[in-house]
Each structure stands twice: as C-alpha cells, then as structure tokens.
C-alpha cells in the first residue's frame, strides 16, 4: 500500500515530521518499507521549450531542435522524437545529467554530424511511466526553466507500508490516517458525505439472483449519472495517482481508482450506454466469457460470480471489470457500482482465474460494509464536480449485514496477557479514537468493533489494539520463571541418536551436507521410492518431484557435484527424514553417508606416509558399525546378512542386523547400474542406518555397568589354520568357534586369508588366533587341548572345513 | 690409529721378563700403563671385555699375578698385595667409567642416525577434517540456551494436514494468509484428502497442546517448506518454533524470553530489540522482532549500531488455537515464536547465501562447519 505525504495530510491534521510518521506508522504495525522521493533523480531536469524545430541533414528521421532553456542562450539538441516540434514544452536533460530510465549520464555528442547538447526526455527515461510514444509534452503554460520535478508535483515523499492480511481498514489512507490520530501524532479529518439526492430514479435495475445457493454477494447499490463529460483527470488526481504507480485513464476510471486507495472502497463505473437491460448478479455459466478491463479473456463457471445485463456477463463482481461495457472518453451516460462481496469467493475467484487487482486485494481482507453507499455518495459527488451530469436516486439490492459481534471484556485481560499496566481511562480512550463502541462501566465493559474492522474477534484483539497504541515498549520484561526441576528431560532417544550419529560421522572425517528432502521420480524409484502418495502436485521442478525414500541419491549426487568441481575424494554425510509413506510414522530417521575416490577412514589420496587406496566395502562396514555403537547398538550382537538392496554391488555389500528381521543398517560398493543410472562415477561405496530401528534403550535399570572381571590368571593364545571352501563366510567360521567354549574364548582375531599355492581350488585358508581366558584357575595342558579340539570340530562340521595340518 | 693385539708375544715378553721387587713393581706400572691405553682406545663393548678378560679374567694378567702373591714372602707380599689389588680397582673402575663413554657415543650416534624432518606436513586426522554443518549446530546452540529455560525439543512431520497447518492454527479457509505461504501440495487422495509440506513449524504446536498437559515449554526445529525460490529463498528451509502454554505466561516473559535468548545465541552482552505489532492468524497480540545492527562496513554485526534487523516473529498463542487444541483459553495461555535457523546461522556466521547451505560442496562446509567435538554448551561456550 502506497500513497503519498501530502495525501495522508488531507486526512490527517499533523505538525509530524516525516521521520516521525514513518516511525510511528511502523511501531503500531503499519511498517513502513520504503521512503522514496522521484524528484531526488528528477532534481536536475528542467521544463524547456522548442522554439525551432528543422529537418537533420543527414538522416530523415532526426530534428535538430533549438530549445530555450529559460537561461540564456538556446541550445541544440537532435531529437528522433516524432512529436518534436515548436512549440512544444516538454523536460530537457542537459549534458552531465543522469538519464535514470536509461541508465547513462549524458554527454555533448555528435549525431550524424550534427553536434546535440542534451536530449529531450520521455516519460519511460525518466521512469515516470512505460510511454515512450514520443517525448513529455506539457501544458503550453508550464514554467520554462523551472525544476520539472516540483511543477508536477513529483517533489514528494511517497510511503509505502506492508499491509498485514488483517488490516483491510488500512488499504485506504483514510485509515492510515485513523491509526496515526489514534496513536497521538495528529487529529483525523472526520470525512462526511452528503447525501446527493436523485433527480429521477436510477432506469437500471438489479437484483441478487443466487437461487438456492450461497450468496456471492451480500449487497449491490447503484446509481446512474446522465450528460457526464468525462476526459483526461485534472492534474491533480492524475499526480496523486501516478505517484503511487497508477495509470490516470480517463477521469470516471481515475475516480474510482482514487476512492479504492483514498478509502479503501472499490467500485465500478459501467459506460449506461453499452449495457443492455437490468443488471443481475449471479453465479457464472460454464461457457459464458468476459473481455476484462485488462486486457485478457476469462473463461467463467459457477463459481464465480458475475454481474450480467441481457448481453451476458459484464463485469467479475469485486474483481475486474468487462472491456465492452467500461468507461471511455465518450462515455456519457455512466453507472456507478458500489457492492459488498463474499470474502471467501472473491478469493477463490482470484485464485482460480489467476487475476491479482486492487479490488481483488481489498474484497477478500474485507472491506467496510457500512461505507457501502456512503462510498457511492463519495464517487458520484466526484463526477458531477469533475464531469458534471445529473445524477439519479442511488438503488439498493441485498442488505448490508449488521455488526452482532459484542465482546465483554475484562480490562483484567490487558494484564493478564500482555503484562502491562493500563489504566481504565487510557484504555477506553485508545479502543474509543480507533472507532471502538463501549458500554457499560466497572471491570468488565461490553465492547463492538467498528464495521471497518473485521479482524476483531474476541478479547485478546481488544488487547492487540490497546497494546498496539500505546505502545509494546510498555510492556515489562518479565524473567520467566525457572521451572520446578533441573536435569529434565530436554531431548528425545531419537534426538539423541541424531545428535550422536552425526559427531560420532564427523570425527571418521566426514563432512555434514544438508540436502533436499524432495528428488527426481526416477531417482525415487531407484530407490524404492516414487509412489503416488509421496508425489507433489506442485514441485517447484521436475528434480525435485517426489519425497525422498533415502538418503543416498541426494549425497551420492553431492559426491558428484563436488567431484565435477575437482573434488573426487569426498565423504559427506547427512542424518535426517525418508519417506515410506505418507504418514508421520512413515517418515524415519536415518542417517547416511558416502565416500568416493579415495577418501578413507585414515586419509585421502597421496601422501609421503602412504597413498590411499580407493574406497571398498570395509570402509562402509567400519563407517555404519562405528555410527550404530555410537547411537549405543549391540554392536556385538549385530549379524552381518549379504541381503543388501539391489542399488549396492550384490557381492560388495551387506546388512548388519539384530535378528533376521530387524535391519539397522546397509553398506556396501553402489552397484555399477545405479552408478550408470544416476550418471555417477565411482568408486562410491555408501551406508544407511536406521536410527528407528534400534530398541529404544531400557528405561529401566539404571546406569550400572556392572562389575570388571578382570581375570588375575594369564590368557592363553591359540592358532588355527582351517581350509574351508572360498564361499564359506568368516562370520561363519568365527560362530562356530566362539560357540566352542564360550565361558572360555574370550576373543577371536582372523589374522589370515590365503588363496594359492598349496591351498587346493576352491578353497582357501583362514587362521584365527584364539584367546583363551582362564576365569578360575590356570588351565592344564589338556584342558586346553580340550578347549582346541571342540573349536576344530566346531568349524569343521559347521563348515565343512577342515584344520590346516 | 695405533693398532696392536694383545696377544702380541712381544707385548707379553716384554713386560714379564725382570723378576726382583722393582722389576716386579715396574712391570706392574707398565702394566698399568699399556692397560690404561688399551681401555682408552677401546672403540667398542667388544674390544672393551677383550681387555677385562685379558687383565681381570681367570687367567688374566692381574689375576695371574695375584696368585703370585701365596709364594711370597711376607715382605713382598705386603708391598705387592695393596699395589695388585690397586691396580685391580684402577682398571676396573677404568673400564667402568670407558663403558659408559662408549654407551654415551653410542646412543648419540643412534639419535643422530634417527633424526627425521618434522616439517614434514601431516595427514590430517579424520577427527580435525570432519565438519558439522551449520545448521546442526545452530539447532544444537538453541538447544543449549532454551533447556536452559526448561524447554524441551519436540518435533513432528513434514507431510502434514491441511488441519495442522493451517485451520487449528486459525487459518480460515480462503484467506489470504494462506496464500501467503505458498503451499506445496500432495495430490488428492479417493477421499478428497489433500496433504501437503508444512510450511512452518507451527502444526507441531498443534501436535504438543493435544498430547501434552500444560505447562508446555518446548522448542520446535525442523524443515519447512514453501515453493519459493531465489538468493533468500530456498524451497526447503529450517525454521524454530517456540511454545509457552501454562496459566499465568504473557507478553512481558516472551519478551524476557526472547532477549534473553538474543543475548546468548549472539554472544553480546546486551542487545537492544524493538517489538512490532503485526499480524499472524496463530497469535493475538503478534508482534515481529527486529535487533540492534550496524550495516556500515557491508557486514551485519549483531548488537551495535544503529539498524534494525528483522529476525523473528512472535505473538500470545490466539485463543482459538488453544481452544482447537482443547484448552479453555479463559484458563490457559501463553506464547509463540518462531524464526528461520538457516537466517539467524547466516547473520551470526556471516554465510551470504542460503542456496549455499543446501548444495553440499565440502569447501563451503569446511569453511563454514564446526569441528566434531565443538559441542555447544552453555557452560563451555556456544561457539568458539
């Protein structure tokens, strides 16, 4: 919402500075975005006049103009304009001066050999408008050698404020100008209308036909003005429109624009002339079209509402008016339209055709009910001052719908929810200069709003408006008060695990990345993801189309970003949302990561103490186990299946689970297809854990670790050499063994994988080293023989294998 | 170098010939002498137990004249005994105090012969090199300062409701404030279900009053979403919400609250705020903040100056929403706040662009990334 200082004074008695307007419009809630002043750029442009205006020589297109400048002697100027002529007063930019529309500072130049000392200016060089037709041409009476910018009244300070939604009131100036009164920086001009009274009755009719559906429309007044001259609008209304970025259109159209932004009242003027018959106001007919005022064609149904004459649909009520029946110079006849609108429709309406209008904007925030015919008075005393003509008695369908909304109010609420101290007569004051009715005295007051304002509902709007006024400043700070315990339970296991995932990723060397939590469907789908349910209807682009089901297409893209930049030896990882579906249980937590080239554990690509090697498997098994002990997983009790999804290299990757059922995690190489898929080059191996998947932690029991059981009794070391078939997995071999002896083995290391000579084909050899701790006593030779024959039986009968002689 | 064995047969005769008193004492201080040489030219342990045996073993030279002793006669006995036994310990203790020089030498040639480049620049660690990203940290920052003040972290969905994110939260249906959110929608469902990405935090105020018995104090951190894009405007984004319900909160604790909450997360000693009244459909009174800035310099800094610096908005929890949350607004209320992580990680850090936080390029998150164990507390300092 725009509008000018001088504008604002014609409605509000104020000694206030600027600043001090701009301050206070912003600290009750009317924030004041910009400032702008269009004569600080037009400060150096004066009005001039052409005294002579001749052929060029040398091109047919130019003029060499003599321009009387208002101080001393004329000067050239070439000018292609084809309104150039003499006589003509128009604004001339001297060489120095910057042309603000076309960016560049002028300078003396030779035109087709013909020396110009300047240019004369369009209204698009000097940003006033888009006309470019030709060049300004003033009044023949305009003030040669005067600043422009102040004869056309453009020396002013334009205030533009973000409008809350809530604040249709405020989308005239009539209501800024309340707001500032009531806050004490001046004294508002109280408008009033006289009643014009009709010198016949108003020919056309109007009637609400909404059958037995909802009301579009709550009321309709209308008048007709006969013998109007209309034409270009005086000077005046044309600046204080252009000011705010308005084109002047013709004096009738202004009128309406200037009441829309003066009080915050559309309205519509219909050439009487082209409408056929009565008007009705209805709901559309799939079929019907209207022509509107902007230029573009509609396509209507019945959920938009229509004002109709026997020629079809003329206008969209409340939002853009129908290009045969508008006002144009030659209008003589004119109808005046001052209607009240369903909110909810003229949104919907909006929406749906894709038209954003001033009365649009006004119509669904809400606009005064009240002011409905008082806005009629005010337009048709408009046109007769400006157009003359004679006006009709003003006609009414529908009915205004009366303001029921009483609220008691306890003054006690502007304590009890602001914290600040009101005294009763400050109180009654503010809610009274703002338009508020009270009745009653003591505590408790019945309180109605005035029909300009829509958004007050209840008690707590009553203490917005009093705290708004008064000032938030006033209110105390008030320490919240400390709650009755300490160490309380501040996040949840799931934040927790996050929490711990994420350091405990970072200390193996990996860098955090946030990505997007909607990807491309067929990366989706990759990844087992894509389904209809988890599709927008609206992405902001086709790559960003479908809720994610991983983490890894996002980082395994990154990975590639990063390699495409010349970094190939990343690790990134992310903890955050997937998809399974569209519930709030089907979004998991997870976290996830990647490592491409040779970005391992200890260190990427060369180095004096040794190269890396390419990332492998191992280094997205080490990755998940050391993320899931982090997170507190067994990691003892996880098993190691080869059931990885299809998107991992199937002989290159595993799942880490507690139970056949319960996977906690996925690792492995990406397969070569995913990488082909999703235009990725390798090496890339990745992880993801399901951080919901682990049991939540036992809420019970305490935090005792137990007693050490430090043996005092010297452990034994054992080797064994086993040659089993190559499929035989190690995880099979270390079962078999740690279940020999449980109370007894109390570790295993496999220090030895051989395949080659002396080992026959299709097998290989795998040693182990047995630690054997003795809880009670030394053992004896024979116990520990023992002890090694159960673990050769072990493996060999669970895998068929047999010891290494 | 001289160079000679001691098995030298002229090394023995030479010195063995004579056999009266002072022959014998004269043989003994050559012996003494020759010895004294021979261990201070020992270049090794070797060469030095070569001399012991030669002089101190059983059939050494010293311990061979000992045994002369018993044939002697007394006289000879007691000027010979003290002189033997003296060159005894003389050579002893020269051996000795040789074995240590040569343990000396040796061990500074072997340091020296160790000595390594220790300019050699190292591999850094996977501790130093991993980097949390801002917003991680951001979120763990609030947390610190805010369970300070009691809150606790709640969360909810992304996929949400129509319900949650905009009717209970006193969106009529239609208004323009809805619009203003820029909605991404999923497609309708057989039953005319329409959900959508929330597009702020709110609905999990909604979620926390109807599962949770006042007093609430939590705060709400997550990812939002609105279809908007440009330098500050991402589709996906992260913004905190903050949630007071009990009996007795007001406006004068959110404002406590909330320069409090400045004060710490900035790392200032004070801060001036400025409270606006505004407009939100969740909160009545609502009222946007701005902060004390200083632009001058074409960097924000916190806390000086003379600019303002909008930050967040906030307001008294509307007594519809508490009343769709099944409260008696009457008996309960409270505040709200809420503000964009990825916006105030950007003013504190100095990050110029929000698209930046999203792409994942490790030099920005090397740059702009905290170490793994920087875990923000307030006792140890939120950042360092």
Known sequence: MKFTLSWLKEHLETDASLEEIVERLTMIGLEVEEVTNRADRLKPFKIARVLEAEQHPNADRLRVLKVDTGEGDPVQIVCGAPNARAGLVGVLGKPGDYIPGLDVTLSVGKIRDVESFGMMCSERELELSDEHDGIIDLAEDAPVGMSFAEWAGLDEPVIEIGLTPNRPDCTGVYGIARDLAAAGLGKLKERSHEQIRGSYPCPVDVTLDFGDTKPMCKAFGLRLVKGVKNGPSPKWLQDRLKAIGLRPINTLVDITNYITFDQGRPLHVFDADKVHGNLVVRRGKTGETIEGLNGKSYEIDETVCAIADDNGVESLGGILGGEPSGCTEETVNVLIESALWDEDDIAATGRKLGVNTDARYRFERGVDPDYMMPGLEYATRMVLDLCGGEASEPIQAGEVPENSNIIDFPYSEIRRLSGVEVSLAEANLTLKSLGFWISGSGDTVKVAAPSWRPDIEGKADLVEEIVRIIGLDRVPLTPLPRTGTVGQKVLTTSQIRRNKARRALAARGFNEAVTWSFIAKPQAELFGGGSAALELANPISHEMSDMRPSLLPGLLMAAQRNADRGFGDVALFEVGQVFQDDTPEGQKMVAAGVRRGTAKLQGASRHWSGASADVDVFDAKADAEAALAAIGAPVEKLQVYRDAPDTFHPGRSGCLKLGPKNTLAVFGEIHPRTLAALDLEGPLVAFEIHLDALPQPKSKGGRSKGALNASHLMPVRRDFAFLVGKDVSAEAILRAARGAEKNLIAEITLFDIYQGQGVPDGQKSVAIDVLLQPRQKTLTDEEIDAVAKKIIANVEKSTGGTLRG | ?384
């Open chain 2, 1 to 384: 170098m001289r160079n000679y064995s001691l098995k030298d047969p002229d090394f023995n005769s030479a010195r063995c010939a004579r056999n009266d008193d002072r022959a014998r004492m004269s043989n003994l201080d050559t012996l003494e002498s020759d010895l004294l040489t021979a261990i201070d030219d020992a270049e090794n342990e070797t060469a030095l137990e070569d001399i012991r045996v030669h002089a101190l073993g059983k059939k050494g030279r010293i311990s061979e004249q000992m045994k002369t002793l018993g044939k002697m006669t007394p006289e000879e006995r007691q000027v010979m005994g003290p002189a033997l036994n003296g060159l005894k310990a003389k050579i002893t203790d020269a051996i000795s105090a040789r074995k240590d020089i040569l343990a000396e030498a040796a061990l500074e040639a072997r340091l020296a012969s160790e000595t390594v480049d220790v300019t050699l620049p190292l591999r850094p660690s996977p501790a130093e090199s991993g980097r949390i990203h801002p917003v991680s940290q951001v979120i763990d920052e609030l947390t610190a300062i805010f369970a300070d003040m009691g809150f606790s972290i709640a969360e909810g969905p992304d996929v949400e409701t129509d319900e949650l994110n905009f009717t209970a939260l006193n969106f009529p249906e239609g208004h323009p404030a809805r619009e203003m959110h820029d909605t991404f929608f999923f497609n309708e469902k057989e039953d005319g279900e329409r959900l959508l990405l929330r597009t702020h935090t709110s609905p999990v105020q909604i979620r926390t009053m109807r599962n949770q018995e006042p007093p609430i104090r939590v705060i709400i951190p997550g990812r939002t979403y609105r279809c908007d894009s440009d330098q500050t405007h991402t589709p996906m984004f992260h913004q905190v919400e903050g949630l007071v319900i009990d009996k007795e909160s007001h406006f004068g604790h959110l404002k406590w609250v909330l320069l409090e909450f400045c004060k710490a997360f900035f790392e200032v000693d004070d801060i001036k705020m400025r409270f606006r009244p505004s407009f939100f459909p969740f909160t009545e009174p609502s009222m946007e903040v701005d902060i004390q800035c200083d632009r001058s310099g074409g960097e924000v800094k916190i806390g000086q100056g003379e600019d303002w610096l909008e930050i967040l908005g906030c307001g008294m929890v509307h007594p519809n929403v508490i009343r769709n949350c099944g409260l008696d607004p009457d008996v309960y209320q409270g505040f709200a706040w809420g503000m964009g992580i990825d916006r105030i990680a950007m003013l504190k850090y100095g990050m110029p662009d929000l698209r930046a936080f999203f792409d994942a390029d490790v030099r920005w998150i090397q740059h702009y990334g905290f170490r793994p164990l920087d875990l923000p507390t307030l006792f140890g300092g939120l950042s360092n």
